[in-house]
């Protein structure tokens, strides 16, 4: 498991083995429950091997088939508590580890990218990563000025697996397109790929790690290391302590869980607006509470470059729908791409789709939760419901990909903190034509 698998034959064939390795697995449970045993105890045990074999296959691969992992471990607010609580605590490990690289692939890369000399940079080096990311791993150390640092150092053959997975992912899309007219899937994944792809150079995360580390120098509310060194394939960093934000949505008090929920809002959506980018990528294994209680962010890899700020149609368009105006909603809908021209739609009944989407802006003070969170995902992805054919009218604009990456995936993540705060006055502090 040390190695990253390259051969694309291999990947695929290994991200084909979940689903049929769901299928044997209920059809193992139902001769189980055929010879006696109970339905419950059953159901249990295939959830949790489903769950171990999705950590293991996915971590195994990492590129992007961990990064799909990463997504599910943001959104299992989502699913329904009997199906979600054996997936928990596997999938939340996706945030934090993955199977290491050996040390003798590390060194190669250090000496690839820094030089045959490499050590001569550090004091000491620690062979045993501290933790793993989709693409990479982090290792411990001390720069030769004495700073602890942290060295993001990238799997060999990522770029290859990377690329292999989005291939899978284009069939996928393909296959999605025919089944929702409203989505135009081949330009989002062309608009997937590329930002993907970026996160491969090193060189991209260190610039827009540089960016966020100046705009937000000296904040009482926000860490960003400092950069240290950034080449192709390895990424040095001023270390940050402090408590995984897995660990207070695990064990928080409603105190910290709340607090912890503003700053996360606040940085999301002040990004933009302060540094001329947004940091897309949302999963809690990206965010530590310090010390002094400031929330550290961590890996710079996916971000969106906003030069201009948040578009302000978003917050224009919220403020129609809030103000209950379904025809100019819609309207702006059509203007930005969300609903495309061949696309009939009712301005009422796309209302009450997306009404309860605005909930946290309709109010003071909004408390996130999973009750709530799967509530709307049975809405959206129920075929029984009315929103079903409602949400397969509309498109998602490439060059909103990432916005709704943030969106979404940070819905899911004040969900699991269980959070209460004013995000109302967040929105209109940050989003731009949100207040009339």
Known sequence: MSDLPRNAVNRAFKLASLPLGLAGRATLGLGKRLGGASSESVSADVQLRTAEHIFRVLGELKGGAMKFGQ???????????????????????????????????????????????????????????????SIGQVHKAVWHDGRTVAVKIQYPGAGDALRSDLRQVARLGRSVGALVPGMDAKALVEELHDRMVEELDYRMEADAQDGFALAYDGDPEFA??????????????????????????????KEERDQAGLLYVRFLFSGPTRAGLLHADPHPGNYRITADGRLGVLDYGAVARLPEGLPPSIGQLMRRALAGEADEMLDGLREEGFVKAHIDLDPEDLYDYLAPFLEPARVERFHFNRPWMREQFARINDPRRPGYSIGLKLNLPPSYLLIHRVWIGGIGVLSQLDCEAPFSAELERWLPGFRS
């Open 71 to 133: 997504t599910l471990s943001v959104l299992e607010a989502g699913i329904p508590e009997e199906l979600a609580a054996p997936y928990r605590a596997t999938l939340t490990k996706l945030q934090e580890s993955a199977p290491p690289m050996k040390a003798a692939t590390v060194h190669g890369v250090l000496a690839a990218d820094l030089g045959r000399d490499w050590r001569d940079r550090f004091r000491s080096f620690d062979d045993r990563p501290a933790a793993s990311a």
């Open 224 to 253: 960003v290391p400092k950069l240290v060194e950034g080449a192709e394939h390895v990424l040095v960093s001023e270390w940050l302590d402090g408590r995984p934000l897995s660990n207070v949505i695990a064990d928080g008090t």
